[in-house]
Nanobody, 120 residues
Framework: QVHLVESGGGLVQTGGSLRLSCAAS????????MYWYRQAPGKQRELVAL???????EYAESVKGRFTLSRDNAKNTAYLQMNTLKPEDTAVYYC??????????????WGQGTLVTVSS
């Protein structure tokens, strides 16, 4: 199977920065697209950013210009650089990967989430 572990969350002040990491592990797998979602208290989970296997990225309007998604295919890791953070960015951030294994050609795998809190 494929497992995802997020890290890098924490408490920051308005205007600060954080970098989240999402590391994939397992055996006999490959990662296609990777995604970052977030879920704020009392709100629906929303897509923040995605990156394809070729490195093409897309961002939600609310984070465009402030967040940057990248990936290191050799390390099977995606990074979300978050700058100019705002209180409305406070949420649990989840990584998702579209993966393939020898047995399952189309998997969606979720991490457990990492909490980002931006104070006023």
């Amino acid at each position: 199977q494929v497992h995802l572990v997020e890290s890098g969350g924490g408490l920051v002040q308005t205007g600060g920065s954080l970098r989240l990491s999402c590391a994939a592990s397992g055996s006999m797998f490959s990662i296609d697209a990777m995604y970052w979602y977030r879920q704020a208290p009392g709100k629906q989970r929303e897509l923040v950013a995605l990156i394809t296997s070729g490195g093409s990225t897309e961002y939600a309007e609310s984070v465009k210009g402030r967040f940057t998604l990248s990936r290191d295919n050799a390390k099977n890791t995606a990074y979300l650089q978050m700058n100019t953070l705002k209180p409305e960015d406070t949420a649990v951030y989840y990584c998702k990967a579209k993966a393939r294994t020898t047995l399952y050609p189309n998997l969606e795998v979720w991490g457990q989430g990492t909490l980002v809190t931006v104070s006023s």
